[in-house]
């Protein structure tokens, strides 16, 4: 474990010695190399578990001494997360070991953390950054604990959403390191618990659709490409793209963005503008940090639809990237699912993936429909049903039966009788067939959930 390695030989010897100097040069090598492959590094203690990513390390009798090491240096500064980016230096990496070593004891761990936070701040390490993360969390329910991530990640993404769309706003150039990371925590947890994330996207509250929007997006376009074959870096400027496709409209007024009656020819040629108003907007951002173009074209693009009859009218035939195709469908799917305003009601999962799919005029692209589709079910999670025997249910898992799209799990919400049953409800399959080959229920139609006045996420997860 290079990063043991290193704070052990630091420790033992003065920094300009050889010793140091190897093993902060290992130390760097290896999270270079780490970092060419995956974009980012996340080094994250649960209970006695280290994870690399994804990865979970093995504890073995070679590696013992380096792990438990430092597992408590982790522990005792109370570092839950350690994320390291891509254009760390080897001072960086220094000044950080100078920097824990001189932390003073203190009763608290989080407040050993806030102040190593703010003294990695003032040394400008900008490349590795901290977190209390999972550390001083209590050993539960794994479900529970990955509900609590997804929610979390989810309701950081919002917050990074409304500040760079305030930021912009206001004439500031936001920082996109800041929604790098952000990004970044969103693809990791679709690609450890998908469902978990996409789930939230069923929150939609109304107050916050501007911010919640460009999130689902980001999150259905990641859950999406991931499907497509898309590796981890892919995904990160995939998900980027989501989550900036929209950012144009913040450059438009408020009042036109706000209005829930039709809009004028002349507000509605404005808001058509924010294609490329976003374009320039994330140009502006790119100067000195990196912007992937890919990202900055969906911006561009994800109205332009497949044939081109969107808008704004390219002057010459062009063909849509993947990027700006995929964000297409995720927004296209998002914002017909989602209530815009109190007066309007939105519309239910299956009937959008059917206009989707049906109508060409929508200008998506077939093949990505098809795996939208796939992806959710013909019933998506969430979805609140009533079946035959009259109770209502919410759509909380995938068939587990392929060949049977139209039985998924769910939970049942209110009994045969009417009766609200509690969350979590009864979870049922409804693949499972009696003895005799019948079905013992059957999803009759799509409902809303708001004719029954209950909140779908209380029981999906
Ligand atoms: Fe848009
Ligand atoms: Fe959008």
Same mark, same amino acid.
Not at 407 to 431: H, K, N
């Given at each position: 474990?290079?990063?043991?390695?290193?704070?052990?030989?630091?420790?033992?010897?003065?920094?300009?010695?050889?010793?140091?100097?190897?093993?902060?040069?290992?130390?760097?090598?290896?999270?270079?190399?780490?970092?060419?492959?995956?974009?980012?590094?996340?080094?994250?203690?649960?209970?006695?578990?280290?994870?690399?990513?994804?990865?979970?390390?093995r504890l073995g009798l070679d590696n013992f001494a380096a792990f438990s090491g430092f597992v408590s240096l982790m522990r005792n500064t109370g570092i839950g997360v350690l994320r390291i980016e891509t254009g760390v230096t080897r001072s960086e990496w220094q000044n950080w070991f100078r920097l824990l070593a001189a932390l003073p004891d203190a009763e608290d761990p989080l407040e050993r953390l806030d102040l190593l936070r703010k003294r990695m701040q003032d040394a400008e390490i900008t490349c590795l950054s901290v977190d209390e993360g999972a550390a001083e969390q209590?050993?539960?329910?794994?479900?529970?604990?990955?509900? &609590?991530?997804?929610?979390? @990640?989810?309701? +950081?993404? #919002?917050? !990074?959403?409304?500040?760079? %769309? *305030?930021?912009? $706003?206001?004439?500031?150039?936001?920082?996109?390191?800041?929604?790098?990371?952000?990004?970044?925590?969103?693809?990791?947890?679709?690609?450890?618990?998908?469902?978990?994330?996409?789930?939230?996207?069923?929150?939609? &509250?109304?107050?916050?659709? @501007?911010?919640? +929007?460009? #999130?689902? !997006?980001?999150?259905?376009? %990641? *859950?999406?490409? $991931?499907?497509?074959?898309?590796?981890?870096?892919?995904?990160?400027?995939?998900?980027?793209?989501?989550l900036m496709h929209d950012i144009g409209k913040s450059r438009i007024d408020i009042e036109i963005i706000n209005k829930t009656s039709s809009l004028d020819d002349q507000e509605w040629r404005r808001m058509q503008a924010h294609p490329w108003l976003g374009t320039l907007t994330l140009f502006k951002m790119r100067e000195g940090e990196q912007l992937p173009y890919r990202a900055i074209l969906a911006a561009h693009e994800h109205h332009m639809k497949i044939d081109l009859s969107g808008y704004p009218r390219p002057i010459r035939p062009r063909r849509l990237s993947l990027f700006s195709r995929l964000v297409a469908v995720a927004d296209g799917y998002d914002a017909a699912t989602t209530r815009r305003s109190y007066q309007t009601e939105p519309l239910?999962?299956?009937?959008?993936?059917?206009?989707?799919?049906?109508?060409?005029?929508?200008?998506?692209?077939?093949?990505?429909?098809?795996?939208?589709?796939?992806?959710?079910?013909?019933?998506?999670?969430?979805?609140?049903?009533?079946?035959?025997?009259?109770?209502?249910?919410?759509?909380?898992?995938?068939?587990?039966?392929?060949?049977?799209?139209?039985?998924?799990?769910?939970?049942?919400?209110?009994?045969?009788?009417?009766?609200?049953?509690?969350?979590?409800?009864?979870?049922?399959?409804?693949?499972?067939?009696?003895?005799?080959?019948?079905?013992?229920?059957?999803?009759?139609?799509?409902?809303?959930?708001?004719?029954?006045?209950?909140?779908?996420?209380?029981y999906f997860i």
């Open positions: 474990m290079g990063i043991h390695g290193a704070q052990r030989a630091m420790q033992l010897y003065p920094l300009e010695n050889a010793a140091v100097q190897r093993a902060l040069d290992d130390l760097l090598a290896m999270t270079v190399s780490l970092l060419q492959l995956e974009g980012m590094i996340e080094v994250r203690l649960t209970s006695d578990v280290v994870f690399i990513n994804q990865t979970r390390l209590e050993e539960g329910d794994e479900a529970d604990e990955a509900l &609590e991530r997804a929610k979390r @990640t989810y309701a +950081h993404g #919002v917050s !990074v959403a409304r500040d760079v %769309v *305030a930021g912009v $706003r206001m004439g500031r150039t936001p920082s996109v390191r800041r929604l790098k990371r952000a990004v970044q925590l969103i693809v990791d947890q679709v690609l450890e618990n998908e469902l978990s994330i996409t789930g939230l996207t069923t929150l939609r &509250e109304y107050d916050e659709y @501007t911010f919640t +929007h460009s #999130v689902n !997006v980001c999150i259905f376009a %990641v *859950a999406l490409g $991931r499907r497509l074959g898309l590796d981890r870096r892919q995904l990160y400027d995939l998900g980027l793209a989501g239910e999962p299956e009937s959008v993936l059917r206009e989707m799919w049906m109508n060409a005029s929508r200008g998506y692209d077939l093949t990505l429909v098809k795996a939208l589709i796939n992806m959710l079910g013909v019933y998506p999670v969430g979805s609140l049903v009533v079946l035959d025997t009259f109770e209502v249910a919410v759509v909380a898992g995938l068939a587990p039966d392929p060949e049977q799209l139209n039985r998924p799990l769910v939970r049942i919400v209110f009994d045969a009788f009417g009766g609200l049953v509690p969350p979590p409800g009864q979870l049922v399959d409804l693949s499972v067939a009696r003895p005799d080959g019948s079905f013992a229920r059957s999803i009759v139609k799509v409902t809303s959930p708001d004719r029954y006045g209950i909140t779908v996420s209380d």
